[in-house]
């Protein structure tokens, strides 16, 4: 066992950067990780943080996979990486994954001030994205969801379930929304 490091602590720290169920409490968890263990023989940098139990409380029951990724944003030299986490069945942080889709893994997080913080839930698409700059953002109609996201330009850009096209700039201000044409969540041309 080791201690957390810097990196790790700032991608989780970014991770729960943005409310959703149970993050007050993973938050306060993290205050509390008394060191970490590399978990993984694949050669990426994901661990298992040991939270002192008898500091922090556990947070309420729920998914082991938390609603909320980190996606890296603009990286040059190969896939974009997601950060995923876990808790266990008691309710304490299990396990901090950086998951590589396409290409070899590297013993490197992404640099969390990078990256965007996608929030789910139980229900499928984004309910929320914290972009790279610090801003939230949400879709216009309140329990819309954004059934694809495009980040790849800078800002966001969302299509709802209700069919709209809703395009925010870096800081979190909406540009635009206008509606759209979708099919089975796909943008469809005009």
Same mark, same amino acid.
Request: proline share 9%; glycine share 8%; hydrophobic share 35%.
């Given at each position: 066992?080791r201690t957390?490091?810097?990196?790790?602590?700032?991608?989780l720290?970014?991770?729960?950067?943005?409310?959703?169920?149970?993050?007050?409490?993973?938050?306060?968890q993290?205050e509390?990780?008394?060191?970490?263990?590399?978990?993984?023989?694949?050669?990426?940098?994901?661990?298992?943080p040991?939270v002192? /139990?008898?500091?922090?409380?556990?947070a309420?029951?729920?998914?082991?996979?938390?609603?909320?990724?980190?996606?890296?944003?603009?990286r040059?030299?190969?896939t974009? /990486?997601?950060?995923?986490?876990?808790?266990?069945?008691?309710g304490?942080?299990s396990?901090?994954?950086?998951?590589?889709?396409?290409?070899?893994?590297?013993?490197?997080?992404?640099?969390p001030?990078?990256?965007?913080?996608l929030?789910?839930g139980?229900?499928?698409?984004?309910?929320?994205?914290?972009l790279?700059?610090g801003?939230v953002?949400r879709p216009?109609k309140?329990?819309? /969801?954004?059934?694809r996201?495009?980040?790849?330009?800078?800002?966001?850009?969302?299509?709802?379930?209700?069919?709209?096209?809703?395009t925010?700039?870096?800081?979190g201000?909406?540009v635009s929304?206008? /509606?759209?044409r979708?099919?089975l969540?796909?943008?469809?041309a005009?």
């Open positions: 066992m957390l490091s810097d990196v790790e602590l700032r991608v720290d970014r991770l729960l950067s943005i409310d959703f169920p149970r993050a007050a409490e993973l938050r306060r993290v509390h990780i008394t060191g970490v263990e590399p978990n993984c023989t694949c050669g990426c940098p994901s661990i298992t040991h002192d /139990r008898a500091s922090a409380p556990p309420p029951p729920g998914r082991s996979m938390l609603p909320v990724d980190l996606l890296e944003v603009g040059t030299d190969g974009p /990486r997601t950060v995923i986490c876990f808790v266990d069945q008691d304490y942080l396990n901090l994954e950086c998951v590589y889709s396409d290409d070899d893994a590297r013993d490197e997080w992404p640099v001030e990078q990256c965007a913080v929030v789910g139980d229900e499928p698409g984004e309910v929320a994205v914290g790279p700059g801003a953002v216009q309140h329990g819309d /969801r954004w059934i996201c495009d980040l790849s330009a800078p800002g966001c850009v969302g299509t709802t379930i209700s069919g709209f096209r809703e925010f700039a870096p800081d201000t909406l929304r206008r /509606r759209a979708t099919w969540g796909r943008d469809r005009p």
